[in-house]
C-alpha cells in the first residue's frame, strides 16, 4: 500500500505532535510554537496542492480523489491563515498557545479524514474529532465569561446535533445494511422507504448544525461572539467548508438517486438560512456578530448550489467555496486588526476608520463587498455560478430569492462602509496598529479575491474537471 | 495584432484612478490634471471612434473577442454599432465635463477622483459589451461608486438617498442577473455572447415570461414609473458631478440595456408587454413634469424633470418601429447632454447664491448674464425648441409613437406643455423678476445689510465656461444638423426594429 494518498493526514499528525515537542522545549513562550506551525503548515500545503493521486483505500472507505483534494488544500489554507491571525492577538495566556495550535492541528486532522472518507463510521470519527477539538478552542480563553458560555454552547448544541446526525445515519444503515457510500445509493434505490426517508431528514438535520443552516444556526452568533476571533474565522471558514463537503458526499453521492427526498428541504433551508441571516444581521451592534449573521446567510447561498444536477451544482460549491474562504478571512482578519488594537468589537467604533488606517478600511471594504458579490472580486463570479447551477434546472423563484437577498445583504455592509468613510473618527483617535501578520493574511487574501474575481478560469477548470469525475455522466 | 480601440477608452480613466490612487492625497492640483487629461483624452477617442465608424455598412464594428472563462462561456467581446457609438461619445463629454464641474472639489479630493473615474469605467465598458457577463459585469461595477459619492459629497438627506438609490438598482440588478442567466439556459449555447444569443429562438412562453423581469430591472435605472422614486431624492442630493454622470449617463444605460437585451432578444415578448409599457410612459412624462412644476428645489425640479424625459425616451422605445427607437436613442444623447448642463448650472449658481430654492433668488441674468444664457438655452432645449438638440429627437419619438398609440401620444403631449409651463415659469423666477440677495430679501431691502451682493459672486469662470461650452456645442450640432447623429443611429435601430416587425 502506497502511503502517497496518507501523506497529507500524516503530516499533520505528525507536526502536531511537533508543536507539542516545541512547547514543551519552551513551555512558557509562543517562540517556537508558532515558526513550527508556520513552517509546518506551508510544507502541508506544499503536499497538499502537489500530491495528488486518485487512490481507494481500505476497501474503498477511504479516498484520495478530487473532493478531498481540494477539501484538504481549503482545510490547509484555512488553518495557516486562522494560525497566522492569532499568533498576536489571542486574549489567552502565552503557555496556552501550543495547546492552542496543537488543538488547531487536530481539528484539520479530523476534517481531512471526514472530507476523505466513504463510509459512515469513519466519517463519523473524522467529525468528532475535529468537534471535540473546536470545542476545546472556543472555550479556550477561560478567564473571559463569553468565551467559556461559546465552548459550553457550542459542546451542548453540537452534541446534540451529532446524535441527531448519529440516529439518522444508524436508520439509514437499517434501511440499506451497508455503511460504504457507493452501497447505501446502490441499496437505497430510487423509491424510498419511511425509514430511509426519516434517516435522510436527520442527517440534514445533523449536517445542518455544521453548515450553519436554518434552523439549526442558533449556536452560531453566540459563539463566534464569545470565541476568541481567530476561533470564529476558522469556525465560519473551514469548520464550515467541511460541512459542505461531508453534505455533498451525503446527499450528491450518496443519497443522489433519492434526490427528490431531499430537495425540498434544501430549497426552503436555502432560502430560510439566507433570509433570516441577512434579516438578523441588519440590526447587529457587534462586529462578530454581524458576521456571524453574514456567514450564515453565505451558507443560505451555498445551499443553491445543492439544488443544481450533481456535477454542475458540485463544482459550483466547490468554487465558492474558495471565494468565501478568502473573503470571510480577509473580513475577521480586518476585525481582528481593529479589535486587537483599540479593544473594541463595536461597529459603531468603526467610524472615520477611512481616515485613521485608509488602508485596513479599504480591504475590509473589498472582502465585505465580495461577500456581497460586487464585480470584479471572487464573490461575484461564485454566485452567478451558483445561481447559475440553480437556473440550469429551470428554479426562476429560487435565483431570484438568492439574488434578491444578495441585494438586502448588501445593505447591512454598506452601513459598514458608511461608518467607515461618512462618520467622522472620534477626537483623538490616531492610525491603527496592525501586527505584521495580520498585514500579511489581510494582503494575501484580498490578492486572492481579485485574482479569482478576475481569472476565475484556471479553478473553474479544476473544480469542474473534479466533479465531472467524481460524478461522471450528465 | 490591431490596436484594441474600445479597451483604451475604458482602460484611460481605469488607469487614472491607479495613478491618482498612488499620489499623495496633497497633490490636489496633480490630481485633479490627472483626471482631465485622462477623461479628455478618452472623450477625443469617442470622437475620433464617432467618425471612424463607418455608418454605410453599419452592424458590430472595433471588435476584439477573446475568450475569458471557457466553462462558462464567457468571452471578453467588445465592439460597437451606431447606438453605442452614440452613447460613448456621450459618456466622454459628460465625464468631461463633469471633472471640470468638480474642479474646486476639495473635501477628500483624492477618493472622489477615485470614484468618479471608477464610476466612468463601468459606464464606458457597459456600452461597448457583447457578451452579457461582462455587461453584468461593467454595470454592477458603474453603479455601487454612486453609494459613497452621494453618502459623503452629497447635500441634504444625503445617506437616504445613497441607500436608497443604491437598494433600487441593485435590486434591478438581482432581476436582470437572474433573467440573464434565464436566457443563457434557454438559448442552450452555453455561451453569454450577445450574437448567439440572438440567434437562439425562445420559447414564446419562455419570452413573455423573462420580458418584464428583465425590462423591469433594467427599467427602474431609467426611472420608469413606478420605480423612480430613488431618482428625485438621488439626484437632488449628489455632489454637482455626480448628478450630471448619473442623470446624464447611467440613466440611459438603463434605458439602453431595455434596448439591448429584453427588446433585443425577446421580440415576442416586447410584442406582448410593449404596449403596457407605453402607458407606463405616459405617467412618466405627465407625472414627472407635473412634479417638475410643484417642486421648489432648483435640483428636484431638473430631476423630475428627468423622470419626465425618460418617460418619452420609454415612450420611443415601446413604438417599436425604427423612426420612434431611433428617437429614443437621440433623445438619450439629448437628454443626457441637457440634464448634464441643467445640473452644472445648478451647481454653479449654488455656488454663488448659496441656496436652491427658487423663491430665494431672482433678477439673476443681470449679475451673471453668462450662466443666465446658457440657463436659458437648456431650458428651451428641454421644451424642444427648433434648433436644439430636444426638438428633432423629441419630433422622432412622437412621430413613431402615433403610428402605434395614437390615443396614448396625444396625452404624452400635454407633458410637453406643462414642461413648457414650468420651463418658462423658472426661467422667469430666476433670471427676470426682482433681484434677491442670498437671504433672499429683494434686494435693496432694509434685509440687505450691505453689499453682500456685489461681492459675493461673478459670472462664470474659465473653467466653467469651458464646461459649459462644450456641453452646448453637442446640444446645437444635433439641434442645427442632426443628419450624421440620426444615420448612424438608423444603421444599428433597423435591425432591431425589423426584428421587432414594426419599420
Request: with cysteine; charged share 10%; net charge positive.
Amino acid at each position: 500500500m502506497s502511503m502517497a494518498p496518507w501523506m497529507v493526514e500524516l503530516a499533520t499528525a505528525a507536526l502536531l505532535v511537533l508543536v507539542l515537542l516545541a512547547d514543551l522545549v519552551a513551555p512558557r513562550g509562543k517562540r517556537f510554537v508558532w515558526p513550527t506551525f508556520l513552517g509546518g503548515s506551508l510544507v502541508i500545503l506544499g503536499l497538499a496542492v502537489f500530491v495528488r493521486g486518485d487512490a481507494f483505500l481500505l476497501g474503498g472507505s477511504y479516498a484520495a480523489d478530487g473532493i478531498s483534494w481540494l477539501g484538504k488544500i481549503v482545510i490547509v489554507i484555512g488553518t495557516i491563515l486562522a494560525g497566522a491571525v492569532s499568533m498576536d492577538s489571542l486574549p489567552i495566556q502565552e503557555k496556552y498557545h501550543g495547546a492552542y495550535a496543537a488543538l488547531l492541528l487536530a481539528a484539520s486532522l479530523g476534517m481531512m479524514v471526514l472530507v476523505s472518507s466513504r463510509e459512515l463510521v469513519t466519517m463519523y470519527v473524522g467529525l468528532e474529532t475535529s468537534a471535540v477539538s473546536l470545542y476545546g478552542l472556543a472555550a479556550l480563553a477561560k478567564r473571559d465569561v463569553l468565551s467559556l458560555e461559546a465552548g459550553i454552547k457550542y459542546l451542548v448544541i453540537g452534541a446534540l446535533s451529532s446524535g441527531v446526525l448519529l440516529y439518522g445515519l444508524a436508520l439509514v444503515y437499517a434501511a440499506a445494511g451497508t455503511t460504504s457510500l457507493d452501497g447505501i445509493r446502490a441499496a437505497l434505490g430510487h423509491a424510498p422507504s419511511p425509514l430511509s426517508a426519516v434517516g435522510i431528514i436527520l442527517v440534514l438535520l445533523g449536517v445542518g448544525f455544521k453548515i450553519t443552516m436554518v434552523p439549526m444556526h442558533v449556536w452560531t452568533p453566540d459563539v463566534y461572539q464569545g470565541a476568541p476571533t481567530p476561533v470564529s474565522a476558522f469556525i465560519s471558514v473551514v469548520s464550515k467548508s467541511v460541512g459542505f463537503l461531508f453534505a455533498i458526499r451525503l446527499f450528491s453521492v450518496a443519497f443522489a438517486d433519492l434526490r427528490y427526498v431531499w430537495e425540498p428541504f434544501f430549497m426552503a433551508g436555502a432560502v430560510l438560512t439566507m433570509t433570516v441571516g441577512n434579516l438578523a444581521a441588519i440590526a447587529q451592534p457587534s462586529a462578530k456578530r454581524l458576521l456571524a449573521y453574514s456567514s450564515i446567510s453565505q451558507a443560505g447561498y451555498l445551499l443553491v448550489g445543492f439544488v443544481g444536477t450533481s456535477s454542475a451544482g458540485t463544482s459550483a460549491v466547490l468554487f465558492y467555496l474558495f471565494a468565501y474562504t478568502l473573503a470571510n478571512v480577509a473580513a475577521f482578519a480586518a476585525v481582528i486588526a481593529f479589535s486587537s488594537s483599540t479593544g473594541s468589537d463595536r461597529l459603531d467604533d468603526y467610524a472615520g476608520l477611512a481616515r485613521r488606517s485608509p488602508l485596513l478600511a479599504l480591504v475590509f471594504t473589498f472582502a465585505l463587498l465580495s461577500l456581497a458579490g460586487i464585480p470584479p472580486l471572487a464573490g461575484f463570479i461564485g454566485k452567478i455560478y451558483l445561481f447559475s447551477a440553480a437556473m440550469e434546472r429551470g428554479y426562476l423563484w429560487l435565483v431570484v430569492a438568492a439574488a434578491l437577498n444578495s441585494v438586502a445583504s448588501l445593505y447591512y455592509y454598506l452601513l459598514i462602509l458608511r461608518r467607515m468613510y461618512f462618520t467622522e473618527a472620534p477626537l483623538g483617535a490616531g492610525p491603527l496598529r496592525v501586527s505584521f501578520p495580520v498585514k500579511a493574511v489581510l494582503l494575501l487574501t484580498t490578492v486572492g479575491t481579485f485574482w479569482l474575481g478576475i481569472l476565475p478560469g484556471p479553478l473553474m477548470q479544476v473544480v469542474s474537471e473534479v466533479s465531472s469525475r467524481v460524478f461522471p455522466g450528465p | 495584432m490591431r490596436f484594441p480601440f474600445l479597451t483604451a477608452i475604458y482602460c484611460l480613466p481605469l488607469l487614472a484612478v491607479l495613478i491618482i490612487f498612488c499620489f499623495p492625497a496633497r497633490c490636489r492640483v496633480a490630481i485633479r490634471m490627472v483626471a482631465l487629461v485622462s477623461s479628455v483624452a478618452a472623450l477625443a477617442m469617442t470622437v475620433l471612434l464617432f467618425f471612424w465608424y463607418d455608418r454605410v455598412a453599419g452592424g458590430l464594428q472595433f471588435v476584439e473577442k477573446v475568450p475569458w472563462v471557457s466553462t462558462l462561456g464567457i468571452s471578453y467581446f467588445v465592439g460597437v454599432n451606431g447606438i453605442n457609438v452614440i452613447l460613448l461619445l456621450l459618456t466622454g463629454i459628460i465625464i468631461t465635463a463633469g471633472v471640470l464641474a468638480s474642479w474646486e472639489v476639495a473635501h477628500r479630493q483624492k477618493e472622489f477622483f477615485i470614484l468618479l473615474l471608477t464610476l466612468t469605467t463601468g459606464v464606458f465598458g457597459v456600452f461597448m459589451s457583447w457578451n452579457l457577463f461582462l455587461f453584468f459585469l461593467f454595470y454592477e461595477v458603474a453603479v455601487l461608486p454612486m453609494y459613497l459619492l452621494i453618502g459623503i459629497w452629497g447635500t441634504g438627506r444625503k445617506e437616504y438617498a445613497a441607500m436608497k438609490l443604491t437598494l433600487y438598482l441593485m435590486a434591478g440588478s438581482a432581476l436582470i442577473l437572474a433573467g440573464i442567466l434565464g436566457l443563457y439556459f434557454a438559448a442552450g449555447q452555453r455561451s453569454f455572447d450577445l450574437d448567439l444569443l440572438e440567434k437562439a429562438a425562445y420559447d414564446p412562453v419562455f419570452q413573455r415570461v423573462f420580458f418584464p423581469i428583465l425590462f423591469v430591472g433594467f427599467g427602474i435605472l431609467a426611472a420608469l414609473w413606478p420605480f423612480h422614486t430613488w431618482s428625485p431624492d438621488g439626484h437632488a442630493s449628489a455632489p454637482t458631478a455626480v448628478s450630471m454622470l448619473h442623470a446624464g449617463v447611467l440613466m440611459k444605460l438603463g434605458a439602453y440595456g431595455c434596448l439591448l437585451v429584453p427588446m433585443t432578444l425577446l421580440p415576442d415578448g416586447a410584442r406582448f408587454w410593449l404596449p403596457m409599457v407605453a402607458l407606463l410612459s405616459v405617467v412618466n412624462i405627465v407625472y414627472g413634469s407635473l412634479g417638475a412644476t410643484a417642486q421648489k428645489d432648483l435640483k428636484y425640479i431638473v430631476a423630475y424633470s428627468s423622470v419626465s424625459h425618460m418617460g418619452i425616451v420609454m415612450l420611443g422605445l415601446s413604438s417599436m418601429n425604427g423612426t420612434g427607437i431611433g428617437g429614443a436613442v437621440l433623445q438619450m444623447f439629448s437628454h443626457g447632454i441637457m440634464t448634464g448642463l441643467f445640473f452644472a448650472l445648478v451647481g454653479m449658481i449654488y455656488g454663488r447664491t448659496h441656496t436652491r430654492m427658487v423663491d430665494e433668488q431672482g433678477g439673476l441674468a443681470s449679475r451673471i448674464p453668462v450662466l443666465a444664457a446658457f440657463f436659458v438655452l437648456t431650458g428651451l432645449t428641454s421644451l424642444g425648441l427648433p434648433g436644439l438638440s430636444g426638438f428633432p429627437a423629441e419630433l422622432a419619438v412622437f412621430i413613431g409613437a402615433f403610428r402605434a398609440y395614437p390615443v396614448v401620444t396625444v396625452v404624452c403631449t400635454t407633458g410637453i406643455v406643462i414642461t413648457a409651463f414650468y420651463v418658462l415659469r423658472l426661467l422667469q423666477r430666476l433670471f427676470f423678476g426682482v433681484r434677491r440677495n442670498t437671504n433672499g430679501a429683494a434686494f435693496g431691502d432694509a434685509k440687505s445689510a450691505f453689499g453682500d451682493a456685489k461681492s459675493a459672486f461673478g459670472d462664470a469662470n474659465t473653467v466653467e465656461f469651458i464646461a459649459l461650452a462644450l456641453l452646448m456645442l453637442f446640444i446645437l450640432a444635433v439641434g442645427l444638423y442632426p443628419m450624421p447623429f440620426v444615420r448612424v443611429i438608423g444603421s444599428a435601430v433597423a435591425p432591431i426594429a425589423a426584428r421587432l416587425g414594426g419599420m
